[in-house]
């Protein structure tokens, strides 16, 4: 089976860093991919760490530790059109497993 | 440009009807997913299929079938429309990967949002 976990929701400010977590149990464990959705709008590819360590996409990195059944998303600069949602995406045996997603909220 | 269409963005049922989701992806993709989503259980896989005519349940396929009789075409049937399946109704898409460890990258349609009376 497989369980995942993330925080509900995180508020940050403009052209802060902000990281949101997902630890994860799942057997038989191939990576960790991300996607970002916005309100009304379809989930969207943002990154896949197939292997340890940190992958740098612009302004988003994403980390993942095998060994710790942890990973993390790193959005630095801030700003207002981040505010979405951010799902952690473990793929099974078959298909991917989405959580219920981290809720971001960007302040001036 | 890749593209997964839905044949509505809402959708409005009487409990007991007969209800049909229509995905089609223009990308080749041989995978092909619906999800629904509700607030706080993010996104729970329905069914999936990964070639024509094949199926496999995902989480929570109770009161749904699917249809696959195209490649590009993937459908979600409700048998008999409950108010409990008044919800976001996604579809994905993806190319071929598998146990081997590859995971590929899902393109999702805009989804529908179905309300059952």
């Given at each position: 089976g497989q369980s995942l976990e993330q925080p509900s929701e995180v508020t940050a400010v403009e052209g802060a860093i902000v990281q949101i977590n997902c630890t994860y149990q799942t057997s038989g464990f191939y990576g960790l991919s991300w996607y970002q959705q916005h309100d009304g709008g379809a989930p969207t590819f943002l990154s896949y760490n197939a292997l340890d360590g940190l992958e740098e996409t612009g302004r988003f990195s994403s980390f993942l530790s095998r060994s710790d059944s942890y990973g993390y998303l790193l959005l630095q600069?801030?700003?207002?059109?981040?505010?979405a949602s951010y799902f952690c995406a473990p793929p099974g045996r078959r298909a991917l497993t989405f959580g219920s997603g981290t809720r971001l909220q960007v302040q001036p | 440009d890749v593209k997964v269409t839905q044949s509505s963005r809402y959708l409005v049922k009487r409990t007991g009807e007969k209800v049909f989701l229509e995905c089609v992806q223009d990308?080749?993709?041989?995978n092909m997913f619906w999800y629904r989503q509700d607030p706080g259980l993010g996104l729970r896989l329905i069914y999936f299929s990964y070639d024509v005519k094949m199926k496999e349940k995902g989480d929570i396929p109770e009161g749904y079938s699917v249809s696959r009789e195209k490649k590009e075409r993937f459908s979600l049937i409700l048998e008999s429309a409950s108010t409990n399946q008044t919800s976001m109704y996604l579809c994905a898409s993806s190319s071929l990967g598998g146990s081997g460890g590859d995971t590929d990258t899902q393109y999702f349609g805009p989804g529908t949002r179905l309300t059952v009376l």
């Open positions: 600069e801030l700003q207002m059109k981040d505010s | 990308m080749d993709h041989e």
